[in-house]
Every structure is written in structure tokens, then in C-alpha cells.
């Protein structure tokens, strides 16, 4: 405690470069996951390309990326950039995989309902498709959140700055209580994305808490909502959002 | 750029990097030794309880909770703690290793084994069959594919993690990345990059081969979901909504 109160400025500054380094990744993986879901969905050759290529870049270990990246992009094995290339291409592997079983669950009713409403294709994605992945996409980047958390620190052992850093000058100095600090740090990190993806989550899907709201209002509705599938009773919700949003 | 690939190649083709105690040959056998290890022991700590979990729904939620806080621990942090703490030898980092490889075997043992149809269950206890019979005879075949899913992971994420290993003195093919960070030796850390990647894809593969020659698809009625399920726990996402469905 002494430790960490005569350190914590470099502490804090180590848990911002970390969170810089975690949340980067996450960003882009999103920008890049979601377009790429939707164009493998239209286009069978490229899913499988996708599907494969994912789950083949997913095995390969972050401290062996971390080190072949520098060759591959020209950067220094020190430069940062690395561990957001590598990290982002892990949240892509993760994401893109979710979200396209995310669009696959959705209602094929809904969907042509849209078509019939006069939806454009570019509308019916962001209006339908991708509203209603939105649960399975929070979940996929919450687990990308904790496990990136995680990974950062690896990048320590090559000389990155971040949390990690509080590992390996523990070990070579022989102190726990360094590690002790550095490991509540980024547990205490990890709880925050956390809490903050759960709040955003809430925040952009509204609707299933209205259902949930109508659903214990009328005891037959919700023994009935309780036997759907988590897709159909948020087509359920979101037909609910949609009435509503077109009589405003 | 392309020195550095060509001496990475020279470095792989070099009969002195195949020889001897810190030949390729050798620090391969000690990753794969490490990474068996902790196979064996977390396999014997997790399948237990998560059999115990999955069959009486006991515990449950207090599983699903320690597995998630596992998950957060940051990898190099557990490492140097144990070592500060136990001392450089075999068994710390180990038990390290042990404590991150549970999380995901426990997680695809009681997941699989609660996925399994309540009607074959019902049906074996119907017939008459002890608790431990329909445990081992109904539950646990059909539940194997989706704990085989949970044991692919924990393989990989072993040997992603003893690659960190060779940081506090033990062999694997981690070494050649440290000695080569000291030396300023790139090709060779690039070259030991290359093979801990190689390896990940190879084992990886070779556990995708071992469940297509020897695992049974299953009684299951759906062979491709309980497959699609095992697939699924790769990325926890699906594992943790296979959760959250059977809790509400």
C-alpha cells in the first residue's frame, strides 16, 4: 500500500497506456468485424475464407505475433503498434465469428417484413440487422475486453509500456508487492470495461428492457417469452421498437 | 526487411540451432512437456468438479463466477507471483499455467454436460440406471463434444503460455525469443516466433484430426449443433450465452 501510494503516478500513467493499448484494438475491431460479417454472410466462398482465416490467426500465440508482426509491417519491435495490430486482428477473429451467427439468428420474417416495409439494403442492415446483433456483439467484446486486458501485459516482457511493466521490474527486483500492485490494477481495469460495455450495452438496447418491463406485467406473456430463443424473443422486442419508433 | 526473413531462414536451416540441449529438437520437447503437464493436472482438477457441476446443477453459478475471474487474472502477472513467492523451479510456473488452463476446461465440461438433451437423461434414469451410471453413460458421451471444444482451447492457451514461461528461466521454445531479445538477435527471435505459431496451428490441427478419427458425433440428434457448440466454446461468447440460457 506504502508502495503503491509513493508510485502511484507512474502506476496511473502505466494503467493509461494500458488502457490505450486494450481499448484501441477493440475499436477497430468492431469497425472492421461488423462490415466483414455482413460481406461474408452475402458471399459463401468469402465466409468460409473468413471462418477459417480467423480461427487459424486466433491460435497463433500474442507473444509470437507481438515479435513477427515488426517484419510484416516494417514497424520497431518496441513500436506500440504492434500489440494494437496484433490485438485487433485477435478481437476481428472473435468478433467476426459472433456477429455472423449474431445476423444467422436473425428472424428471416423480420427480415423480409423490412423488405416489404421499402427498406433499403444499407438501412435494413443498420436498422434491423445490426440492432439486433447488438447483444452478441456486447458479448463478444466483452470477452475480447478481458482477454486483451490480459494480453497487453505480455507486452511488457518485450519492453511496451503498460501495466505489465509492474510484472517484470517485480521479478527482477525480487518485489512482491510491485506484482501484488500490477495485478489488482488490471483486475480492477478489467471490472471497469467491463461495467462500462454492460452500461453502453444497456444504453444502445433499450428495447429489452421494455420487454422485459411488458413481459412481468401479464403472467401469460412472459411464461410465453421465457420459451423463446434468445433471437426470436429479440425479434419479439424489436417489432415491439419498431411500432413504436414509426408512430413518433 | 528481407535480410532480416533471409537470416531468420538461415537461423531455421542452421544444423547448429537443431542440436544440442538448446536445439530446436530439444526446447520443442520441453514446450510440449510443459504444455502435457499442465494439461494433465488442470484436466484432473477441472472435468471432476465440472462433472459435478453439470450433473447436479450445484454450484452453478459460483463456476461460472471463479471461471470469469480466472479468465481476468493477467497471465504474466500470476507467473512472476508464483515465482517470487515459491521460487524459480518446474512446479510455480506450472501451477501459474494450471490455474489459467481450468477456467476453460471447467467451463466446456459443465456447459456440455448441461447441454445435454433432459430427455435422454430422463430416459436413462427411467431404465433404472444409478446417478453414476447416467452420468458416465448418457451424459458424458453425449456431452464429449462439447468438452473436447473446451479442451482444444485450454491446449492452446497452454502453449501460447509457455511460451512466457522461458522469461523466469525455464526452457520451451519461448527461450529463443528472450536469449534473442538480449542479443539483439532478431532472426532469431523471429525464428522462434515462427515455430511457436507453427506449433499452436499444427496441434491445433492435429486435435481438429483426433476428434473427426475418434470422436463419435454422438448420439445427439443434431450432430451439427453439439459440433457447432464445440466450435462455439473457442470463443467463450457462446459458452457464456449456453450459460445464461440454461440459468434463466
Known amino acids: 500500500m506504502e508502495w503503491f501510494l509513493a508510485n502511484s503516478e507512474q502506476v496511473f500513467s502505466l494503467a493509461g497506456q494500458h488502457l490505450v493499448l486494450a481499448v484501441l484494438p477493440m475499436v477497430f475491431g468492431v469497425l472492421i468485424a461488423v462490415p466483414l460479417a455482413q460481406f461474408a454472410r452475402q458471399n459463401r466462398g468469402l465466409r468460409s475464407v473468413v471462418l477459417t482465416a480467423s480461427s487459424l490467426l486466433y491460435t497463433i500465440p500474442s507473444l509470437a505475433l507481438f515479435i513477427i508482426l515488426p517484419t510484416i509491417l516494417g514497424t520497431r519491435i518496441l513500436d506500440p503498434v504492434n500489440v494494437v495490430v496484433a490485438l485487433t486482428i485477435y478481437a476481428v477473429a472473435l468478433l467476426v465469428r459472433a456477429t455472423l451467427d449474431a445476423f444467422d439468428s436473425v428472424d428471416e420474417d423480420l427480415r423480409q ?11 435494413r442492415f443498420l436498422q434491423i440487422d445490426l440492432p439486433l446483433s447488438l447483444p452478441v456483439l456486447f458479448a ?5 475486453s478481458v482477454s486483451n ?11 511496451i509500456g503498460n501495466l505489465g511493466m509492474l510484472f517484470t521490474s517485480g521479478l527482477q527486483r525480487d518485489f512482491v508487492t510491485e506484482v501484488v500492485v500490477g495485478i489488482i490494477a488490471i483486475l480492477i481495469l478489467a471490472l471497469l470495461m467491463d461495467a462500462v460495455l454492460v452500461l453502453l450495452e444497456r444504453l ?13 406485467g401479464t403472467g401469460a406473456d412472459s411464461g410465453a417469452g421465457q420459451g423463446k430463443t434468445g433471437p426470436a424473443a429479440a425479434a419479439l422486442r424489436l417489432s415491439d421498437a419498431q411500432t413504436t419508433g414509426g408512430a413518433s | 526487411m528481407s535480410s532480416v526473413v533471409t537470416d531468420t531462414f538461415a ?8 542440436s544440442g540441449s538448446a536445439g530446436i529438437p530439444a526446447r520443442l520437447a520441453e514446450h510440449l512437456l510443459y504444455t502435457g503437464l499442465v494439461m494433465v493436472i488442470a484436466t484432473a482438477i477441472a472435468v471432476p468438479i465440472g462433472l459435478y457441476v453439470g450433473h447436479t446443477g450445484r454450484g452453478r453459478v459460483a463456476a461460472v463466477a471463479v471461471a470469469g475471474a480466472l479468465r481476468a487474472l493477467p497471465t504474466l502477472g500470476l507467473l512472476t507471483l508464483f515465482v517470487l513467492l515459491a521460487g524459480i523451479g518446474l512446479m510455480p510456473p506450472i501451477w501459474a499455467l494450471v490455474i489459467l488452463t481450468v477456467p476453460p476446461l471447467l467451463a466446456g465440461t459443465y456447459a456440455g454436460i448441461a447441454s445435454v438433451d433432459r430427455n435422454v437423461v430422463d430416459a436413462a434414469r427411467a431404465m433404472g440406471m444409478t446417478e453414476l451410471q447416467v452420468l458416465f453413460r448418457a451424459e458424458f458421451p453425449n456431452a464429449l463434444p462439447v468438452m473436447y471444444g473446451g479442451f482444444r482451447t485450454g491446449v492452446l492457451q497452454a502453449i501460447a503460455t509457455v511460451s512466457v514461461v522461458a522469461y523466469i528461466n525455464l526452457g520451451g521454445l519461448g527461450r529463443y525469443l528472450f536469449d534473442g531479445l538480449v542479443l539483439s538477435d532478431f532472426p532469431q527471435m523471429l525464428g522462434g516466433s515462427l515455430l511457436i505459431a507453427g506449433l499452436a496451428i499444427a496441434v491445433d490441427l492435429v486435435l481438429v484430426l483426433i476428434q473427426r478419427l475418434f470422436l463419435s458425433q454422438g448420439a445427439s440428434s443434431q450432430p451439427n449443433r453439439s459440433q457447432q457448440a464445440a466450435v462455439d466454446l473457442t470463443d467463450p461468447v457462446p459458452a457464456g450465452t449456453v450459460v445464461q440460457g440454461g440459468t434463466s
Open chain 1, 149 to 159: 486486458i490480459s494480453l497487453v501485459s505480455v507486452a511488457a516482457l518485450l519492453g
Open chain 2, 11 to 18: 537461423w531455421l536451416s542452421d544444423p547448429e540451432s537443431w
Open chain 1, 113 to 123: 417484413a423490412a423488405v416489404a416495409m421499402g427498406f433499403k439494403p444499407l438501412a
Open chain 1, 140 to 144: 463478444g467484446l466483452r470477452v475480447v
Open chain 1, 204 to 216: 444502445l438496447t433499450p428495447w429489452t428492457r421494455v420487454a422485459a418491463a411488458t413481459g412481468t
